[in-house]
């Protein structure tokens, strides 16, 4: 399983992006996918996560009403819709890919397979 994340890039404050996840493997469509972030000196944190259905959908507090995470899978991507970003959004975000069918989607250690980042830089 390789996932490859893109999208991220600099963008001023209230601004938008949106970063798209592609990944290799013919059962994406049986994997739940999330977003983590890490910012400078920070922890890895959960950013969004989708079930496997895509009926389930799960947001951090910092983000939730500003940040929707979609997937297609169809195309094997999964989608993070980022609006309204502040300086803290700052970080690089990670998609991850979960394939056992957990439910404990805001964990870290839920996900069996991790992509590379890509930067997210929201200026003041």
């Known amino acids: 399983v390789q996932l490859q994340a893109s999208g991220g890039g600099l963008v001023q404050a209230g601004g938008t992006l949106r970063l798209s996840c592609a990944a290799s493997?013919?059962?994406?469509?049986?994997?739940?996918m999330g977003w983590f972030r890490q910012a400078p000196g920070r922890e890895r944190e959960f950013v969004a996560a989708?079930?496997?259905?895509?009926?389930?959908?799960y947001y951090a507090d910092s983000v939730k009403g500003r940040f929707t995470i979609s997937r297609d899978n169809a195309k094997g991507t999964v989608y993070l819709q980022m609006s309204g970003l502040k300086p803290e959004d700052t970080a690089i975000y990670y998609c991850?890919?979960?394939?056992?069918?957990?439910?404990?989607?805001?964990?870290?250690?839920?996900?069996?397979?991790w992509g590379k980042g890509t930067l997210v830089t929201v200026s003041s």
């Open positions: 991850a890919a979960e394939i056992g069918g957990s439910s404990y989607l805001t964990y870290q250690r839920t996900y069996n397979y």
């Open positions: 493997g013919r059962a994406f469509s049986r994997w739940s």
């Open positions: 989708i079930s496997w259905r895509g009926g389930s959908t």
